[in-house]
């Protein structure tokens, strides 16, 4: 019966064996760190174990425990993420004060840092000493894409637990057997995720826009090669409007959060310190939904080119992520030259990097642009 709440997990068997083993053994530590690339499913894992800490069962997936934490909802759970592009002091400090209250209901209080990568180094140094001096309990979770993000005095006070990206059979099989999609589009869906299972669900599941998305992003790609330096800077300009086009939703919700949060307001004085906390808090999450949705847009772009240097190295379609445009692919790697596309690739990840240190994404958008003409 227990751990069943770890049954919706796709493709991360070892990470799970490990887990099982952890929690039948009760042998439990203090910090654990998932580190893996995005969409994977080490936050889901992370829900999932906390509610498994504290489930009488163990994990059962259907009690209030269970539902409650995998909501994100449940008292004894402390979910901290990157409100902007970093995690702040200002959170690691407010989660210190909150960890010294006692317990709500469950056995232990569950602590879950999100993108802890992000963290800024007096973040990074205030929660060490957490770390430093640990409580039976409490069990920290750490997710980060690799245990370099992280200062290795905080590793090494974690158990690691590596994630891998889904292999494309594994998701095909999901897609196939559990929700019922056709052969061929389960395929086209598992290439494009490239590993990623929460975004092939996202493009199956009503956000047909990502995959309109590409289409538009493949397009632009298909023409530059060659163009004149004009049409170069009109591609990036495209491309940073499909960056930053997508802010309506989560501006209506901050509006709605904003409404909500003065009219609780206890005077003029407490209204005012609401909307300066909550202004700074929205102006974070803008930034940070940009520096995904570019990411998102780096990812699609990455592949391309990828898939040049692939097929000029095999002349094999079977390789290609988007292998639905092979025809263009062929052409294009023909006339690419090895040399370019390596670079593009290594340039493409500098960018990455940068745009999480409030790079402007125009000109970091139009020094690619200006790159891709050339290749």
């Given at each position: 019966m227990g751990a069943m709440v770890f049954d919706d997990i796709v493709g991360q068997d070892q990470a799970l064996d490990f887990l099982k083993k952890v929690l039948k053994s009760e042998q439990i530590s203090h910090a654990y760190l998932f580190v893996g690339p995005e969409g994977v499913g080490r936050r889901?894992?992370?829900l999932a174990l906390a509610a498994a800490l504290n489930c009488a069962k163990g994990?059962?997936?259907?009690?209030?425990?269970?539902?409650?934490?995998?909501?994100?909802?449940?008292?004894?759970?402390?979910?901290?993420?990157p409100e902007g592009n970093f995690i702040t002091i200002e959170q690691i400090r407010e989660l210190q004060g909150s960890i010294k209250l006692r317990s709500y209901e469950g056995h232990r209080k569950v602590i879950i840092i999100d993108e802890a990568g992000s963290m800024n180094a007096e973040a990074s140094n205030a929660l060490l000493k957490t770390l430093e001096e640990p409580q039976d309990e409490e069990v920290f979770i750490l997710i980060a894409?690799?245990?370099?993000?992280l200062l290795p005095t905080i590793s090494s006070r974690c158990q690691v637990v590596p994630f891998r990206r889904v292999p494309r059979e594994a998701i095909i099989r999901e897609m196939v057997d559990r929700r019922g999609i056709d052969q061929s589009q389960a395929d086209k869906i598992a290439r494009i995720s490239g590993g990623t299972y929460s975004r092939a669900l996202e493009m199956l599941e009503g956000e047909g826009w990502r995959l309109e998305r590409r289409e538009e992003?493949?397009?632009?790609l298909k023409k530059i090669s060659g163009s004149p330096v004009e049409e170069a800077f009109s591609v990036a300009g495209a491309l940073l409007s499909q960056a930053v086009g997508d802010q309506d939703n989560l501006l209506e919700v901050q509006k709605e959060e904003m409404e909500e949060s003065l009219e609780v307001a206890m005077s003029p004085r407490h209204g005012a310190f609401i909307r300066n906390k909550l202004r700074k808090r929205h102006a974070r999450q803008l930034s940070r939904k940009r520096s995904l949705e570019i990411n998102d847009i780096l990812d699609i772009i990455s592949s391309w080119y990828r898939d040049l240097l692939v097929y000029q190295l095999t002349a094999q379609d079977?390789?290609?992520?988007?292998?639905?445009?092979?025809?263009?692919?062929?052409?294009?790697?023909r006339r690419a030259r090895i040399e370019r596309l390596t670079n593009v690739l290594k340039e493409i990840g500098k960018i990455r990097r940068m745009v999480g240190f409030y790079v402007n994404p125009g000109a970091a958008f139009e020094y690619l642009c200006l790159l891709l003409r050339e290749v």
């Open positions: 889901k894992t992370a994990g059962c997936g259907h009690c209030s425990i269970c539902r409650r934490t995998i909501r994100g909802v449940y008292p004894d759970l402390k979910l901290i993420q894409a690799s245990v370099e993000e992003i493949l397009s632009l079977s390789f290609l992520i988007n292998r639905d445009h092979r025809n263009e692919i062929r052409d294009m790697a």
